[in-house]
Structure formats: C-alpha cells, structure tokens
C-alpha cells in the first residue's frame, strides 16, 4: 500500500504530529528505528510535520525510512480475528501506539464486521503441496468467491468445465474453512464440491467461484453471504474499509512485516484502510496492509459492512488492487445456477 495516503485523512494526520514524540520514542525503545537503518539523530516532531506536509501534498519522496516505519506502524494496524469478532494483536510486542482514530472507527464498526466475519474463509487444500491458498468468502447461497489465481492452484479448466487438478495420482481437495483464528481451536469446514467458474487469464478481473457443501464437516449449516454494494456510487475514495482474509508471511520487507504482525501469520485478521482510487471500468484500490494470503480476501465498507471489492493483489509501497463488487456481482449472476 500507499502509506503517504494514511495522512489525506485530518484527524489522523493531526493525532501523529500530536503524538508524535510518544509514537518515536516507542518505537524507538523496541528497536524499531535501528532495524531499518535510520540512525542519523532522533527523529523530531518538525521533520515530521515537514514531511506529512510533503507526503499530503504529493511532494514525498520516501527519504526517510525510520519515519516510514513510523507511519506504517502508526496509522494501518492489522487487528486479530478471535471468536468471530475483531480482537486486538497477538502480544504487542513493540509496546508501539496505534492510531486512537482508526481504532474508534474500527470499535464502532465492531457491530457490523461482526455479521461479515464469519462468512470469510481460508481455502485449506489437502493432496497438494500447499496446504492453503488463499482467503474466500460467501458471496451468495452455496457459493464462494476468490481469486483466479487462487483457484488454479487446486483446479483448471476443462473441455466441458471445470475440474480439481490432480497430483501424483490423487484429485487434489479443496475446504473452506471458516475460522483459522489465532490461538482459537475451533473450525467449521465445507468440502468444495464444484468449480463453478474461473475467470480465463485474458481476463482483468481476478476472480473464482466455487461452491461448497450444504452442511459442515460436523453438520453445521453455512454462514449468511456477504451483501455486495452493487451500485459503482459507494466506491468513493477515502470511504473507510475494511480487508477480511488470511495474511500469510511475505518475504518482500520482512522486517516491515515482522513489526505490523508480531510474526503471526496464516490467521483470519481485519485490516483497516481507506478507498484510494477507482479506475473507471477496472479496479479499486485500498491502502489496508495485506500480504500474500489475502488474495481473494473482502473488502468491506464499515459504514454499511457490504462488500465493495474483491482484494487480488497488493504492490508494496504503491497500491493494492481488487475486483469491484459489481463485477463480481454480474459473475454470480451468470454463473449460480
């Protein structure tokens, strides 16, 4: 993600520069500063205000990796899912503050993400040299969405469909898992039955449907789909989202890494970010922190908790991309019966 974007917002950008020396000095006491190499001198509040003024101004350079950590830290946490509802990060380990208001924005969006969280899972393969590989989500009656390139993994097209690939001799199995949460034992598994659509590789839209058993591995019953915001009017940028999904670990800046998620990983989380772009006929863009393993994840407005987009790819440093909802929307219809 974009993290020079986290200051469009006022209020975040004036709690930083307010609490500035305590977010340095935390982070400095953890040894956050030193890992990435600022070493020159204490960072102080004036060159912070001088550069959130450069970066909400377009002028950012990125020339100054300990205050880039800072913000990274600071203003897009990634929060725990545990007993279906967002908890908070797995030990703290760095003692480093986080935005009070993403956090209140969050709390008071707990409600909401609380009805969608159950509804997104991990895509669990078994005879397959993976054992996961990627986030879906329940997108209508029986039927999951994720991404294209998550779907090839277990499964390819065929002459008259779709197919489970096989390895070795073996159909490779593919389960949604609905909870994978972080020291929570608890799971609830569909069998994937059908590969209902992938989207061919021509394709700008990333996406795959799948559809799951009725019941459980334990005869529960599925969760509720997640409603879409079909109408391309929600996709407003700085609209407030939220990305639900299962981050795995990510060798691209793995110092970067190790800080935002205490070494935790393969676990369902809620990262908060904003709309950062919507390109006419294509895709959205978001600035949540995600990793390899959201592919497929939701993105959710935390104003209604429909989902707005499907997350299928992120640029370190840059943007992240999804699926506008009504795209996916338009597959489901094709393709439910």
Same mark, same amino acid.
């Given at each position: 993600?974009?993290?020079?974007?986290?200051?469009?917002?006022?209020?975040?950008?004036?709690?930083?520069?307010?609490?500035?020396?305590?977010?340095?000095?935390?982070?400095?006491?953890?040894?956050?500063?030193?890992? /990435?190499?600022?070493? !020159?001198?204490?960072?102080?509040?004036?060159?912070?205000?001088?550069?959130?003024k450069?970066?909400?101004?377009?002028?950012?350079?990125?020339?100054?990796?300990?205050?880039?950590?800072?913000?990274?830290?600071?203003?897009r946490?990634?929060?725990?899912?545990?007993?279906n509802?967002?908890?908070?990060? @797995?030990?703290?380990?760095?003692?480093?503050?986080?935005?009070? /208001? $993403?956090?209140?924005?969050?709390?008071?969006?707990?409600?909401?993400l609380?009805r969608?969280?159950?509804?997104?899972?991990? /895509?669990?393969? *078994?005879?397959?040299?993976?054992?996961?590989?990627?986030?879906?989500?329940?997108?209508?009656?029986?039927?999951?969405?994720?991404?294209?390139?998550?779907a090839?993994?277990? +499964?390819?097209r065929?002459?008259?469909?779709?197919?489970?690939?096989t390895?070795?001799?073996?159909?490779?199995? +593919? !389960?949604?898992?609905? *909870?994978?949460?972080?020291?929570?034992?608890?799971?609830?598994?569909?069998?994937?039955?059908?590969?209902?659509?992938?989207? @061919?590789?021509?394709?700008?839209?990333?996406?795959?449907?799948?559809?799951?058993? @009725?019941?459980?591995?334990?005869?529960?019953?599925?969760?509720?789909?997640?409603?879409?915001?079909?109408?391309?009017?929600?996709?407003?940028?700085?609209?407030?989202? +939220?990305?639900?999904? *299962?981050?795995?670990?990510?060798?691209?800046?793995?110092?970067?890494?190790?800080?935002?998620?205490?070494? $935790?990983?393969?676990?369902?989380?809620?990262?908060?970010?904003?709309?950062?772009? /919507?390109?006419?006929?294509?895709?959205?863009?978001?600035?949540?922190?995600?990793?390899?393993?959201?592919?497929?994840?939701a993105?959710?407005?935390?104003?209604?908790?429909?989902?707005?987009?499907?997350?299928?790819?992120?640029?370190?440093?840059e943007?992240?991309?999804?699926?506008?909802?009504?795209?996916?929307?338009?597959?489901?219809?094709?393709?439910?019966?």
């Amino acid at each position: 993600m974009d993290y020079t974007q986290i200051f469009a917002d006022p209020e975040v950008r004036e709690e930083f520069l307010d609490r500035f020396e305590e977010i340095r000095d935390a982070v400095e006491a953890g040894g956050g500063l030193e890992s /990435v190499g600022a070493l !020159e001198g204490v960072l102080d509040v004036d060159r912070a205000a001088d550069a959130v003024k450069r970066m909400n101004e377009g002028g950012w350079e990125g020339d100054d990796d300990g205050l880039e950590a800072i913000v990274k830290q600071f203003g897009r946490p990634v929060y725990l899912v545990q007993d279906n509802t967002v908890g908070g990060r @797995p030990d703290a380990v760095d003692g480093t503050p986080e935005s009070e /208001v $993403v956090a209140a924005r969050v709390q008071a969006a707990r409600g909401t993400l609380s009805r969608v969280i159950p509804s997104v899972g991990r /895509v669990d393969l *078994y005879d397959h040299a993976r054992t996961w590989a990627g986030t879906g989500w329940l997108v209508a009656e029986g039927l999951v969405v994720t991404n294209r390139h998550v779907a090839v993994k277990f +499964a390819e097209r065929r002459r008259d469909g779709f197919g489970f690939r096989t390895i070795s001799e073996r159909e490779v199995r +593919a !389960e949604i898992d609905w *909870y994978h949460e972080y020291r929570r034992p608890r799971r609830s598994r569909f069998k994937v039955t059908e590969v209902v659509w992938i989207e @061919p590789d021509r394709s700008i839209r990333d996406v795959a449907l799948l559809r799951i058993a @009725p019941v459980g591995e334990d005869g529960e019953p599925r969760p509720k789909p997640v409603p879409l915001a079909t109408a391309d009017r929600d996709l407003t940028v700085g609209r407030w989202v +939220a990305v639900i999904g *299962y981050p795995g670990y990510d060798g691209r800046d793995p110092q970067d890494r190790e800080r935002v998620f205490d070494g $935790v990983y393969e676990h369902k989380r809620v990262a908060p970010g904003c709309l950062t772009g /919507v390109e006419r006929g294509r895709w959205v863009h978001h600035d949540a922190t995600t990793l390899l393993g959201n592919s497929g994840s939701a993105v959710v407005d935390l104003a209604t908790g429909r989902a707005l987009a499907l997350h299928f790819q992120g640029w370190p440093g840059e943007r992240n991309f999804a699926v506008r909802a009504s795209d996916v929307a338009r597959l489901v219809r094709q393709h439910a019966s």
